[in-house]
């Protein structure tokens, strides 16, 4: 699995990508056929406080791309959000990728 972690308007320390991984680090618990991880932390400059921290991410798994953003006053509480999003889509479509065409229809004569 590759994780990539860059910033706008950002610097990221340490503290805070060691924070993102522990966190994705869910997702590949839940799903090993993840290939790429892609989060974009920006700080935007906008008026209102409450929504300025963003947190974007685009995993590709295999057979399809999954992307969430998540918008806070806080950049950790942002993470916190995006990470759960992205546990949700993963396991919706792992689910989906498992069950396809498994069950079989009994035949009665």
């Known amino acids: 699995m590759n994780l990539t972690i860059s910033g706008h308007h950002l610097e990221v320390t340490p503290a805070l990508r060691g924070y993102v991984t522990t966190k994705l680090e869910r997702i ?51 993470v916190d959000e995006l990470a759960d999003k992205l546990d949700r889509q993963v396991l919706r479509y792992k689910d989906k990728a498992q069950d396809h065409n498994h069950g079989s229809a009994k035949r009665l004569m």
Request: hydrophobic share 40%; charged share 35%.
């Open 28 to 78: 590949s618990r839940h799903f090993d056929q993840v290939v790429d991880i892609k989060v974009l932390l920006t700080v935007d400059n906008l008026k209102e406080k409450d929504m300025r921290q963003k947190a974007e991410c685009n995993i590709h798994v295999k057979g399809k791309d999954l992307f969430a953003e998540c918008a806070n006053a806080d950049l950790y509480a942002a």
